[in-house]
């Protein structure tokens, strides 16, 4: 079956980093449109970072330029890279995982209703 394990998510101060990582398997990674989600305390999930299985991301208005996505298809591995944290950075991180598409990866964080999620790490940044 499928599963998106995520990991690296803990506590940082305002301005520190974390490497978030998710673990794939059930499915064929490599076709896959792959994506970091997260949610906020009292809002709605929200793209973060996605990337697809040609290698071009998207970023969301908030975290480009501070956040990176990455995808490693020999470990069926997905990575987020995040540097110059803020308060607001403060979440619960999903992976996601979504089919093959016409879509381009832009759009494909604008949406939700992806295929596969992980259960979730939260992030805390304290000020």
């Known amino acids: 079956q499928v599963q998106l394990v995520e990991s690296g998510g803990g506590s940082v101060q305002n301005g520190g980093s974390l490497r978030l990582s998710c673990a794939a398997s059930?499915?064929?990674?490599?076709?896959?449109?792959m994506g970091w989600f997260r949610q906020r305390p009292g809002k709605e999930r929200e793209g973060v970072a996605a990337?697809?299985?040609?290698?071009?991301?998207a970023y969301g208005y908030s975290v480009k330029g501070r956040f990176t996505i990455t995808r490693d298809n020999n470990r069926n591995a997905l990575y987020l890279e995040m540097t110059s944290l803020k308060p607001e950075d403060t979440a619960i991180y999903y992976c996601?995982?979504?089919?093959?598409?016409?879509?381009?990866?832009?759009?494909?964080?604008?949406?939700?209703?992806?295929?596969?999620w992980g259960q979730g790490t939260q992030v805390t940044v304290s000020s």
């Open positions: 990337i697809g299985p040609d290698g071009k991301t």
């Open positions: 996601a995982a979504d089919r093959p598409s016409a879509l381009p990866v832009q759009l494909k964080l604008l949406t939700t209703t992806w295929d596969y």
């Open positions: 059930g499915f064929t990674y490599s076709d896959y449109y």
